[in-house]
């Protein structure tokens, strides 16, 4: 994401989850992946994931200030903050504050619809929903401690805040917009808002955070003592596995198939071949096969894995020559899983005959190992250290805002909910959705 997620990274990494809340976005560990490589380490999901906002709320109910009755969908309404403004039903009332469904979208539209290529449909509608609770959870967070930390901040640091925002608006522009404020206020548009509307909420986000740093979580100490016993009691974590460096050609049957074309991405790639049929899949198959033994051929005439993997990979990596870096053998699962033994069993600078998966091609190369080993207190001290410390912080953090939750007057449970699901169903559709008839 953007440079918000930075500056609101405090609130993040601080929040401990709220058991027993009566907001339908309960705290979890952050959920928000890398890129596609990170498919590989974890078991491939399906078009059976989580794809109903309701699916993500509490299963009991629990009491809240009641606040007036939610509007009809169509129905305008006023609030007192900030003074005349009219906004769609429904919203998320916090205090005398509100939460319209374009504040949720307006920062994380950009990031799924550039997300959404290399996904299938189900895994994407369960990115939005993770996505669409995060961001939510943030502005909660940031309304609740807003009023607190614009009493503290002085004339000095407001005019120091200004540039930061400058160049925050600007970077972003340059990052996203390819320099055009013009593309920037069109994208902005859609969403009813405009580059001040964003400057008031990035201002907003970055008071919270240096009032939660400067204010709320005061200097913490973490003795010797402590740190030797964490490491003691974890000793296992800090003994680090057998690694080697990999390259990898890729050539999956899905490539092949009639309409697919090259410059198809990873997630509608696998969802293409879940819908072929029989004797697409294997004559799919026999052309990977065709291809990646023309590969094989390269490499035994001398030809550098590198440049084999750009012209004849469709791997994720393929863009970099087939570079994953380094990975744990033994640990690689889905698609990629047939590759832990080859890898395993190859010695540096190694390279694997072709390996056949369950939907493609492989050739693998084995570069420099990095054998397991132990680290020792010393090593680990700053580790610990910086552990130890965001621990407390998330446990003080965390009384914080739970007291600011409980004295919060809030939206009741159903119009919290009709709220999640009003985000998820506004957001940016799949690209397949678009495609349809």
Known sequence: MYTKACWLSVAALLWVGCSGSAWPWGRTASNDEADQQAVAQEAPSDDSAV???SQVAD???????PSPPAPEPDTQISV???????????VLRINRDIITVQDVLEPIAEVLEREAADL???????????RARQEIRDQIDAVLLYDRARRRISEEAEAQLEKALDKVIRDRINQYYRGSQTAFEMYLERFGKTIEDVRDRERRMTLVQGYVMDQVIPRIHITRRELLRYYQEHHADFETKAEVEMRLIDVPGWAFL???????????????W???NEAARAEALRQARSRV????????????IDAVAKSHSHGINASKGGDWGMVTPGELQGRWAVLNDVLASLGSGQTSDVIEGTDGFFIVKAGQKQPAQKVSFEEAQPEIETKLVNEQKMERFSVLMKRLHSEATVSDYDEQLRFLEAVVSAAPPHPSAQQSP
Request: aromatic share 4%.
């Open 51 to 53: 794809t109903d906002a």
């Open 59 to 65: 299963s009991t109910q629990h009491s809240v200030e």
């Open 80 to 90: 007192d903050s900030p003074p005349g403004r009219t906004v769609q039903a429904p």
């Open 120 to 130: 299938t449909v189900g895994e994407y509608q369960a990115r939005v929903v993770r």
């Open 258 to 272: 009639p309409g697919v074309g090259e410059g198809v991405g990873f997630g509608a790639g696998r969802q293409q």
């Open 274 to 276: 879940a819908a072929a």
């Open 293 to 304: 033994e023309q590969a094989a051929e390269e490499l035994r005439s001398g030809a550098e």
